[in-house]
């Protein structure tokens, strides 16, 4: 499956191009207006790796997308490119100002084009994310050891972190301030929790039964 870029464009000759560019690597996912952008994130579970936006769009909610794309727990470091005309020069440094990674200025260059967006996606892959799934599931091992009837030894633990790790669905942040644990707590509802410790549970007696330590 092909990692996805996220364009917010009404332009079809500006799409069309951005597509044809880098339709070997990558796949794009257009949409006409910034107010799509959050209903498709909220909606779908496959992770972007860029956003391109149209700075005129941007504008209309007064660069609101911006703020609300780098509020998402997942795509808070996410590169975020506008394409601007070249009259824009105000726009262009407050967009700067507002989070945007780069502007691009139309109409596009190919070659430019590629290398500049080539550029962000290798920045994005810098930008870490951590599934703090794996803190949560660590906490509650710790919390409920005694409980779930498994070998204390570390070889246990990190057998039944690894199964549970395996077998839930992720949950992704940032960590580039360094704050997976509180964010993960935070991130975590009383119920999912216990749904969670359900899991553990279900994964511990695996282990209990068939332990790897000996």
Request: charged share 25%; proline share 3%.
């Amino acid at each position: 499956m092909k990692n996805k870029i996220l364009l917010v464009d009404n332009d079809q000759q500006i799409q069309d191009m951005l597509m044809d560019l880098l339709k070997a690597d990558y796949e794009f996912i257009p949409l006409q207006s910034s107010k799509q952008v959050l209903p498709y994130l909220e909606g779908n579970s496959d992770y972007i790796e860029l956003f391109i936006i149209d700075l005129k769009e941007a504008m209309l909610s007064e660069f609101q997308i911006l703020k609300n794309i780098q509020s998402h727990y997942l795509y808070e470091n996410t590169p975020i490119l506008l394409l601007a005309e070249l009259g824009q020069l105000e726009d262009i440094s407050k967009a700067f100002t507002m989070g945007a990674d780069d502007v691009l200025a139309t109409p596009i260059d190919y070659d430019i084009t590629k290398k500049r967006i080539y550029n962000l996606l290798d920045i994005g892959k810098l930008r870490r994310v951590h599934n703090v799934m794996e803190d949560l599931i660590e906490i509650e091992i710790n919390e409920n050891i005694d409980a779930l009837g498994i070998c204390t030894c570390p070889k246990c633990r990190k057998d039944l972190l690894t199964l549970t790790l395996n077998n839930v669905q992720p949950k992704y942040i940032s960590t580039e301030k360094g704050e997976a644990i509180t964010k993960a707590a935070r991130l975590a509802s009383a119920n999912d929790r216990i749904q969670l410790l359900a899991e553990i549970t279900r994964y511990a007696k695996l282990i209990g039964e068939n332990p790897r330590h000996g």
